[in-house]
């Protein structure tokens, strides 16, 4: 027998009527409330072939690479979160130039993709073109843009609390005793290198006694090894990296100092990558929230378009958590100060 109305709204903990707007393809509904009924319907041996907004979706994800463990994990996370909500996903990478951005969108509309979620994209370069993102918003497709946030295009932007992660990873260090810190970061015209440089600016005027460094160098094992090997030798005692690869390479530039860590610089990472907890020592890191970013991401993408109550910009920030491991320590004594930046 093919299930009732109120076996389904029984089952998926709703009402009748929203079980009879799902049933119909009728608007109104949120995007898990849907996914709720219609998994319910299935439990209960309702046949849904031809029913309508059961085609399934297709969202395009694109990344910088695949290489990075967090942008592996940020994929990962937003198909899994897209398969659950019975939607797919195509995923693209290494769109290093704005026409090669631009052509990873062709594709995804090509595809039928009903949205897309860029990570860390050109939108998040500060003169970086955005007419090719405005055009995907002008067809009704909805974008969500992470690590980057831009006044002149309307989206959803998500993003980690940078100004948190940075107080929480200096106030540890201050902790510790230290009186010389540094920050290592890439690309300074990007906007997640200017604000992790603003926070880190911010909190240390409202320390008393600290002097800081600030080394742009580029988000990769190298710049980690080239920066560390720069605030170590000009007397830093504590440093911040903007990911957990520079962190892996910041803690081989300490040690090709004759330097050790944390006996005499203390490294703290970004990200949380998986194999964080691995390195020797353990990697103290800020751990962003990427499950609840991706899930972000995901609604955003399917509950939004032209048809979408939401509003047509919102912008969302995560609490990222500091985890503390072996890599800090006690500011060794009698350690110079580093040079202000």
């Given at each position: 027998m093919k299930p009732r109305l109120i076996d389904i709204a029984q089952r998926a903990d709703v009402s009748e009527a929203t079980v009879s707007r799902v049933l119909n393809g009728k608007p109104g509904v949120t995007e898990e409330t849907r996914y709720a009924v219609l998994e319910a319907a299935r439990d209960l041996g309702r046949d849904l072939t031809g029913l309508p907004g059961t085609r399934e979706r297709l969202v395009g994800v694109l990344v910088p690479d695949l290489e990075n463990p967090i942008f592996a994990q940020w994929a990962e996370r937003v198909e899994a979160e897209l398969f659950q909500r019975g939607a797919a996903t195509l995923i693209a990478a290494r769109a290093r130039t704005v026409e090669r951005e631009q052509e990873a969108f062709e594709r995804f509309l090509r595809a039928g993709a009903c949205g897309i979620v860029v990570v860390s994209g050109h939108h998040a370069q500060e003169e970086g073109s955005v007419g090719h993102y405005r055009a995907i918003v002008q067809q009704g497709i909805p974008l969500a843009l992470v690590n980057g946030v831009r006044p002149d295009l309307d989206a959803t932007y998500i993003s980690t609390d940078d100004d948190r992660a940075v107080r929480m990873s200096i106030a540890h260090l201050r902790e510790l005793g230290h009186t010389a810190i540094a920050l290592a970061v890439g690309d300074e015209r990007t906007w997640p290198v200017r604000e992790k440089v603003r926070a880190f600016e911010l909190a240390l005027a409202a320390e008393s006694g600290v002097r800081g460094?600030?080394?742009?160098t580029d988000f990769s094992y190298a710049g980690g090894y080239q920066a560390a090997r720069e605030v170590a030798?000009?007397?830093?005692?504590?440093?911040?990296?903007?990911?957990?690869?520079m962190a892996a390479g910041a803690l081989e530039g300490v040690r090709s100092l004759g330097l050790a860590v944390p006996g005499d610089v203390s490294v703290i990472g970004y990200d949380d990558a998986q194999w964080a907890a691995m390195t020797s020592p353990a990697l103290t890191t800020?751990?962003?929230?990427?499950p609840e970013m991706a899930r972000a991401a995901v609604r955003a993408v399917l509950e939004g378009g032209e048809h979408s109550r939401r509003?047509?910009?919102?912008e969302l920030q995560t609490i990222p958590q500091l985890i503390v491991r072996g890599t800090t320590g006690a500011a060794p004594r009698g350690g110079a100060d580093a040079p202000e930046s």
């Open positions: 460094t600030v080394a742009y030798a000009a007397g830093c005692t504590g440093l911040l990296c903007g990911s957990d690869v800020v751990r962003q929230s990427v509003p047509a910009r919102t």
